[in-house]
């Protein structure tokens, strides 16, 4: 019932140089970045922060409670709040364990009320209840994710298209199965 557990391949490194590679016609396209692991809150902000910065279109987030030490931070709500308004047809979904009411004090919550056809938030299918990871996925491009919700240990992927698509397609499936409340 926890979903399949996936494993990352490749290089892990601290770096967070971009790497780019001629691509197609000789045109320069972004080589997917070596994983980066992160152990601390401020890792996992900074990882999270800059997933959603790179956002065209759509970011995910499967969490606990909204995890106010993660995304009630200012820099990060800015980066939520720029990025729906500055894309056309910007989206976010947050997939939580525990309810949300409509009227939380949650600032991402109260971002929702102002910005509701641009945020939804949905409460997990008891089905899935026994998932303990977090995630954040923006464009099935980058991923910062976390085994254990209760655990800043992670990694964080950027560039990186099949790992994001994968974890991409078991939010969607929980996502579906996962109905709004209200």
Known sequence: MGG???FFSGTVSGSQAPVSVLGR????????EPLQVLTTLDEVRAASRRAV??????????????EPALYEQAAFLDLVKRFLLSHSFAKVRL????AVPYTSPHKLAAMRRRL??????????SQYAARTSGMLIADARAIVYRAQVGSWD?????????IAKLYLQEFDEMWIASVPKY
């Open 95 to 98: 997939l939580t364990q525990r």
């Open 53 to 66: 910065s790179g956002a065209q279109r759509l970011v995910s987030i499967f969490t606990l409670d909204l």
């Open 25 to 32: 016609g000789g045109a320069r396209a972004d080589a997917p």
């Open 154 to 162: 992670g990694v964080a992927g950027f560039n990186q298209p099949p």
């Open 116 to 125: 509701s056809g641009h945020i939804e938030i949905r409460t997990l299918n």
């Open 4 to 6: 399949p557990q996936y």
